[in-house]
């Protein structure tokens, strides 16, 4: 791996490992789930990479899995199946997406879209499905919670990471400068109203419009 891609694969894994653990921390201790987990970043980290690391790698998303999800309090067992459904859905994520070697993830054409939609819905299936009969195994939970809560959460950790590193359509913002601005200041103020309360999920995604 050369030096540039080690770097930015030594970055992510970091990125991983810290908000891997703060979402299983950040989880209510009387539940039965382990928050938004993010995965998204695990598939970015995989399918970012030269092809021969990328075995090697999920190899480590499923260790550093393991050990956020054991150490954020969950069980062995639960820790050990809930992380093999993490790997399981970063590979259908990355063999969906494609196949090239550490290039940019490209969200331009209709193709793309369609393609990073499937990557992101089957992604939820496969951690939804793997999530139920762990909890099945285990007695962990109820199985149809645990399924779709986890379900739910990983397709959208897929859903608004993976963007985030990938290239998109270039285009000029919709709002003039003083009305973004305006934007900014909003979800300043918004985005701690909605992302502090511990009693429900977070609910930041909902400022995002007020960006357009």
């Given at each position: 791996m050369k030096g540039s891609a080690g770097v930015r694969v030594s970055a992510l894994l970091?990125?991983?490992?810290?908000?891997?653990?703060?979402?299983?921390?950040?989880?209510?201790?009387?539940?039965?789930?382990?928050?938004?987990?993010?995965?998204?970043?695990?598939?970015?980290?995989?399918?970012?990479?030269?092809?021969?690391?990328?075995?090697?790698?999920?190899?480590?998303?499923?260790?550093?899995?393991?050990?956020?999800?054991?150490?954020g309090g969950r069980?062995?067992?639960?820790?050990?199946?809930?992380?093999?459904?993490?790997?399981?859905?970063?590979?259908?994520?990355?063999r969906i997406?494609?196949?090239?070697?550490?290039?940019p993830i490209r969200i331009v054409g209709d193709a793309d879209l369609v393609?990073?939609?499937?990557?992101?819905g089957a992604a939820g299936l496969v951690a939804g499905g793997?999530?139920?009969?762990?909890a099945v195994v285990t007695g962990w939970g109820t199985p149809w919670f645990v399924g779709l809560a986890i379900g739910v959460a990983h397709c959208a950790s897929q859903l608004c990471v993976?963007?985030?590193?990938?290239?998109?359509?270039?285009?000029?913002a919709v709002a003039r400068a003083p009305e973004r601005v305006v934007q900014w200041l909003v979800v300043l103020v918004v985005v701690p109203v909605v992302f502090v309360p511990r009693d429900f999920p977070s609910l930041t995604f909902v400022v995002i419009p007020l960006l357009a």
């Open positions: 970091v990125l991983l490992g810290v908000l891997g653990f703060a979402a299983v921390a950040a989880a209510p201790a009387d539940g039965h789930v382990i928050g938004i987990w993010p995965t998204g970043l695990a598939t970015v980290l995989v399918l970012t990479a030269d092809r021969r690391w990328r075995t090697p790698l999920l190899l480590v998303v499923l260790a550093f899995a393991m050990t956020t999800i054991w150490a069980p062995p067992d639960v820790a050990l199946g809930f992380s093999a459904g993490i790997a399981l859905e970063t590979l259908v994520a990355v997406l494609g196949g090239r070697d550490h290039r393609r990073y939609l499937l990557a992101t793997s999530a139920f009969l762990t993976i963007p985030i590193f990938a290239q998109l359509p270039l285009h000029g």
